[in-house]
Nanobody, 128 residues
Framework: QLQLAESGGGSVEAGGSLRLSCAVS????????MGWFRQVSGNEREGVAV???????KYADSVKGRFTLSKDNAKNILYLEVNNLKPEDTAMYYC??????????????????????WGQGTQVTVSS
């Protein structure tokens, strides 16, 4: 069974940077989509950056130019570099994987319910 484990969150001042990591293990076939989502208590989980099985990445408009999604295939780690952080980026960040689909699109705007595997999350707090 696929397992996801996030790390790298923390508390930073506005303008700061972090690198979030998602260690992926236990899969027999690569998930169709993988990505990072974030959630503030009381709100729905929103897509931040996603990558399809071919490595193509898509970003939410709110993070374009500031966040970078990448994957180390040798280590099976999905990274999210978050730069120029803003207080509104404060949230719990989750790594998700969609292993049920074999076609279609991977966009951050697609519902998080399409993703059937999740990590435990890592908190990012940005102070002004």
């Amino acid at each position: 069974q696929l397992q996801l484990a996030e790390s790298g969150g923390g508390s930073v001042e506005a303008g700061g940077s972090l690198r979030l990591s998602c260690a992926v293990s236990g899969y027999t076939s690569r998930p169709y989509c993988m990505g990072w989502f974030r959630q503030v208590s009381g709100n729905e989980r929103e897509g931040v950056a996603v990558m399809d099985i071919d490595g193509s990445t898509k970003y939410a408009d709110s993070v374009k130019g500031r966040f970078t999604l990448s994957k180390d295939n040798a280590k099976n780690i999905l990274y999210l570099e978050v730069n120029n952080l803003k207080p509104e980026d404060t949230a719990m960040y989750y790594c998700g994987a969609d292993s049920t689909r074999s076609g279609g699109f991977c966009y951050p705007s697609l519902p998080s319910k399409l993703y059937n595997y999740w990590g435990q999350g890592t908190q990012v707090t940005v102070s002004s």
